[in-house]
C-alpha cells in the first residue's frame, strides 16, 4: 500500500489548491516544495521592516463565487484572511492621456467612451464579447467549485479560441490609440495584441472585473493559511524538500525521491513544477514511457520579468486610491517587444505601490514601490553584471510616472529572470509558464497516475488560472481514489 493517495511537488498556488482541494476530501496528500518558504510566485519577503509581494500585482479568484474563496471555506480558514479590493485595478499612463481601469466594468467603458466618444458602439461591442467569453470560462471554473455542474458548451470559447486578441480588437474598434489603450495589458502578459490569444486576454481582463484583490500583510499569509488549512485536514507539507525523481512501475507513476534521498510512494502524484523538468529530467519512466515523453513539440516558454523592488520616503497622498500603475511612454505598443525593445526607452513598466491600499506594510511615511518591466531570460549574458545599469532604466522611468521618486528611494534591490528561475526552477524564469498564445492546450500527460497544476498545465497562466488548473487535478484524482 502506498504511503500517500496523492503527492505535490511544487507548493505554487497551483500545487496548493490540488493538495488542498483532495486534503479537505479526506486524501491523504503530501505536498513537496524546495524553497524553505511556500507559495512559488505568491511568496512575500521582508527587507528593512517592509514587506514585499516578490511577483504578484494583484489577482482574482477571491470574490464570494472565486475558486480561492472555495478553497479556503473547505479548508475552514476563510475568516482567518484579510483580503483588499483594488480599485481602480490599474491606472494607465499613456502621453497625454490617463485611463483609470476601475473595477466596475460600465465605469471603465464610460472612462474609455470619454475618451474615444466617436467608438462608442465598438466599445460596448468588444466588451460585449469579452464578457461572453469570460460567461463561457467561469462557468467552466464554477463546474469545477463543489458539486456544480458545466453549464453547457462554451460555444463562445470555441467561437474565439483560434483568434488572435488583436484580430478581435480590430473587428470592433478603429482608433490605434484606443487599440493602444485596450492593450495595456499585454506587455504583463509578455506577447504583443497580435499574438496572444483573445482568449487568455478575456480571461485575464475580465477576471479582474470580478474583484482584483490583494492580501492584506502581503500574498505570503494566503499562502501560510492554506499550508495551514492543509495540515489542519491531516495533509503534509515538507518545506527544503526538492523532488529529484519520479519513479514508475510498470508505466504508472509510483514514488518520488527528494535530495535528501529520502523516498514517498503514492498512487497519484500532480506536479506543480515546470513540465519541461519534469517529463525530461525528473520522471524515470523506463523504455515503455520515454516516446509518449519525447513525442510532440512543446510551446514556447512565456517570458520573464525584471523586478526592482523600492522603499521611498515621500509622499503619495494625491495617488488617491492608485496602488497600480501601468507607465507606456508611447502608443506604439509594439515597441515593447522583442529583444531590441526590451529596457529601450519606448518599453512600458508596471509598477505596483501596494502601501496607498495597505500602509502597514512598510514603516510609517515610507511606501514600497515595485516597478516591473518585461525580460527575456536571454536579454543578457550576465544578469548579474548587468543588474545594477538596468535597474537604474527602470527607476528612470519609474520616476516619470511617479515625481520625486529618484531623489526619495531609501532602499532598492532588483530581482532578474536569473532569480526567477532559481527561485521557481521554471525555465527561463518564465512569469506565465507557456506562452499564452492562439492554440494553447492543457499538456498531455506522459504516464498513468501523472497531472499537472498550475500555469505549465496549460489552462493559462496568472493565479486564477493556476487555482483552477489545480482543482481541474483534484477533481480527475477524487474520481478514482
Ligand atoms: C513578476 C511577476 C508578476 C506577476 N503578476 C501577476 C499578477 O499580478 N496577477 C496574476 O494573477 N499573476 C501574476 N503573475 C503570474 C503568477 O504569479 C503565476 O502564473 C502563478 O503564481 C504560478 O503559480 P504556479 O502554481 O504555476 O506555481 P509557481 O509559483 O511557479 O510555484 C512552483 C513551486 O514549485 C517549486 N518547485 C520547483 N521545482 C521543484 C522541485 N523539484 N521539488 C519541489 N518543489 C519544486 C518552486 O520552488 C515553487 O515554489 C506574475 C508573475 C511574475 C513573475
Redesign the pocket.
Known sequence: MADYDCIV????????TAGATLAAKGAKVLV????KV??????SFTRKGATFDA??????GLDNNGPITYLLEQLGVKDALEIIKVDPIRTSIFPDMTVQVHAELARYIEELKGFFPQEGTGIDAFFGVLSDIYSDIEAWGQGLIGNSQPTGMPVNIMKYRGHSYAELIDSYISDGRLKAVLSDRCP?IGLPATEVSAVAMAALIMSYFTGAYRIKGGGQRLVDLIVEGIRGKGGEVLLG????EIGCEAGVVSSVT?ASGERFTASHIIS???YI?TTGR?LKTGPEGTSAIKGGALPEVSS??F?FYMIAKLDLGYLDKTSSIGFYPSFDMGANFGLAAEFSAKSSIGITIPTVLDPGLAPSGQHIIIA?EMASYGYTKSWKRDKDALAEKVMEKAARAIPGLAGAIIFKEAATPAT?KR????TG?A???WCQTIGLKPMRSPVKGLYF????EGIG??????AYS?LKAAREIEGVL
Open positions: 511537488i511544487g507548493s505554487g498556488i497551483g500545487g496548493l513537496l516544495e524546495k524553497n511556500a507559495g512559488g510566485y505568491l511568496q511577483c504578484v500585482d494583484c489577482f482574482s504583463f524538500a526538492e523532488v529529484v527528494i506543480n513544477i515546470d523538468a525528473l520573464s520579468f523586478i516591473h526567477l527561485y521557481t526552477a521554471g524564469g512569469a506565465y509558464g497544476a498550475g500555469h505549465w497562466g496568472g493565479v486564477l488560472a493556476a489545480g
